[in-house]
């Protein structure tokens, strides 16, 4: 079974700061997808950025970028110029490529709080 | 296109009852998923699902918990005689297609007296 570890629970940064979010995970397999969502007080979940394992260049969204490091199992997440909207819980997941069975697998979040 | 829908958002209900929730996936997304979030806790897969079919159920628990995607209507999360350790908010997800990028709804916030 996968597993993705968060080893930060909370996080600050002040308003227009870069802050990068950590996650490790463990898997046998190869080929597999790794995210990282938002979860805001709404508590909707948001997709904030998606990698594939079998690609080696960096995803990037605007302000979201990710450091895919493969051979460590790491997928660390980076964002530039912090606003206070980015205030919320950020979890990063895996999923197999296979297919959807097991669905996600989270890790336990990590607490952004941007100070003004 | 209106994203994934849940309801109800909220629900209290006392023990030993049983609570039915019901998600509607995206247009044209026919896979579906359900999470279970523990307050300080990540998202928990329980089952997922395709029209008439249970792909993955290894995340439910055995007893009490079932769930359905019809071919019409929505997905139905079903908890039998809930207990106190069933609250909690419980989310829906829709995919397009297997292992496709999973679009969430709102939640469900269950609350057991």
């Known amino acids: 079974a996968q597993t993705v570890t968060q080893s930060q629970p909370e996080m600050s940064v002040q308003e227009a700061e870069t802050v990068t979010l950590s996650c490790t995970y463990d898997t046998s397999e190869s080929d597999y997808y790794l995210f990282w969502y938002k979860q805001p007080p709404s508590r909707q979940m948001i997709l904030v950025i998606r990698q594939e394992a079998y690609k080696q260049q960096n995803a990037t969204e605007n302000r979201f970028s990710v450091n895919f490091q493969k051979a460590a199992k790491s997928f660390s997440l980076k964002i530039s110029d912090s606003q206070l909207g980015d205030a919320a819980m950020y979890f990063c997941a895996y999923l197999n490529s296979g297919g959807g069975a097991d669905g996600l697998t989270f890790g336990k979040g990590t607490h952004l709080i941007i100070q003004p | 296109n209106a994203g994934v829908m849940q309801n109800p958002r909220h629900l209290v209900r006392r023990r030993g009852q049983e609570a039915r929730l019901r998600c509607s996936p995206m247009k044209g997304h026919s896979h579906v998923y359900w999470y279970r979030q523990l307050p300080e806790e990540g998202l928990k897969f329980m089952v997922y699902l395709q029209k008439e079919n249970i792909i993955d159920e290894s995340g439910m628990p055995k007893e009490r918990f079932s769930a359905e995607f019809p071919k019409e209507g929505p997905s139905i999360l079903r908890i039998q005689q809930v207990v106190r350790g069933d609250s909690a908010a419980y989310f829906c997800?829709?995919?397009?297609?297997?292992?496709?990028?999973?679009?969430f709804g709102p939640g469900t916030r269950l609350t057991v007296t």
């Open positions: 997800a829709s995919s397009p297609f297997d292992g496709g990028e999973q679009y």
